[in-house]
């Protein structure tokens, strides 16, 4: 198995990264479903991977592909803590709308 | 156009696509099937680059165990449609100004990087097998690593104290 790393520039990685990562700014800012906020996390997560993996294959290290690893677990830490949140807050408010959920603000 | 390059676009198209998709429909269980088509995409371009292990954990962790919990919370939440997405307060679309602004300063440097000829080692092909991962993991990076575990024990404890019901 041989891959032909130059027949693909680095900087198109990082444009796709790039643009993955704003479709996930853009969705943490429009949707009010607390669990598809969460999923567009996963998804800018997921964009800032792509780029660690793009430049360690570039670089020729594997430094990139350790920190993807940390990054999912806690990327899986995360979303374990995050779901059991909404989770409670569903038990207390009946609702995961970020807009009604505003216990936090004074 | 090479193959490859032809490729990485239907790749790229097809990710892009479906994240689209994700923030787009109002159902959350289609959300999460469209962002389990993206992580499949990333986990493609993820062995173009020669990252093996990389890859199968993506499948593995994010499209298997992850995105298994969201759907089982979504299905235990038994959430309906959320309503149209119809902004009420009106300053997080100012937001979106600086959002794009800083994705097309993102796309101008990111073209202007040169394509420059690679000369990688012949261990690079190998790079991303489960063999060099590990023996990085195991030896260099050991220390990290056991943090991890710790960080995964709290989620653990923390997720059974906020999932638990009060029992008064």
């Known amino acids: ?106 | 156009m090479s193959f490859e390059i032809i490729f990485f676009f239907f790749i790229a198209v097809l990710s892009v696509g479906s994240a689209l998709f994700m923030i787009t429909r109002l159902n959350p269980m289609k959300s999460v099937l469209f962002l389990i088509v993206n992580f499949f995409c990333l986990a493609i371009l993820y062995l173009t680059l020669g990252a093996q292990f990389i890859a199968i954990i993506e499948i593995l962790v994010y499209a298997g165990a992850i995105m298994v919990l969201f759907l089982f919370v979504i299905m235990l939440l038994n959430l309906g449609d959320e309503s149209r997405l119809v902004e009420k307060k009106s300053y997080k679309r100012l937001l979106a100004l600086p959002a794009a602004l800083i994705l097309l300063i993102e796309i101008i440097i990111g073209l202007r990087i040169p394509a420059e000829p690679l000369t990688l080692p012949p261990i690079a092909a190998q790079m991303g097998s489960v063999e060099y991962i590990g023996k990085a993991l195991y030896t260099e990076y050991v220390f990290p690593f056991e943090v991890t575990s710790l960080l995964l024990l709290s989620a653990i404890v923390g997720v059974i104290v906020l999932a638990k019901k009060r029992s008064g």
């Open chain 1, 1 to 106: 198995m041989s891959m032909n790393l130059t027949a693909v520039p680095l900087g198109f990685y990082l444009v796709l990264s790039a643009v993955l990562f704003t479709i996930g700014v853009l969705g943490v800012l429009t949707r009010r479903n607390a669990i598809v906020v969460f999923m567009c996390i996963e998804l800018m997560l997921n964009s800032v991977n792509l780029t660690l993996v793009a430049f360690s294959a570039f670089s020729g290290t594997i430094v990139g592909q350790i920190l993807v690893f940390f990054v999912m677990a806690v990327a899986a830490a995360e979303a374990a803590v995050g779901l059991a949140i909404i989770i409670a807050l569903f038990r207390n408010k009946q609702t995961v709308n970020i807009d009604e959920i505003n216990i936090m603000k004074w």
